[in-house]
């Protein structure tokens, strides 16, 4: 069983990433990184990935997080957050990146955001 599964789909402009599993140091991490990558390189630019079935993240996959941010964001797109476990919101909370991401509870808000 892969750290991480990821499952696309399109929501009107957006496109959504179901994440199940651990961002993690590794493999978790990576597939991050490479579904990002991918993403980018077909032009879709806006970005939601939803954190529902996330049951943990570290520190590498915060910093992956991150740089995912950064690299949607240099190419003029959004990176925003759905359904953050308390455990991923506390985390964000105490490395102050809260003020960083928009992050959403409900799905429709967050695709509707990005109009």
Do not use: P
Request: net charge negative; no cysteine.
């Amino acid at each position: 069983m892969a750290e991480l599964n990821i499952k696309e789909r399109q929501a009107d402009s957006v496109t959504v990433l179901d994440m199940q599993g651990r961002i993690t140091i590794g493999e978790g991490s990576v597939a991050l990184r490479n579904a990002i990558r991918k993403l980018l390189e077909e032009g879709k630019k806006n970005i939601l990935l939803n954190l529902a079935g996330v049951s943990y993240v570290d520190s590498s996959g915060i910093g992956e997080l991150v740089s995912s941010f950064t690299s949607v964001n240099k190419e003029g797109g959004k990176l925003k957050l759905l359904k953050l476990t308390q455990k991923i919101q506390d985390l964000l909370a105490i490395t102050k990146l809260l003020t960083v991401f928009d992050t959403f509870e409900e799905e429709q808000e967050a695709i509707d955001s990005y109009k």
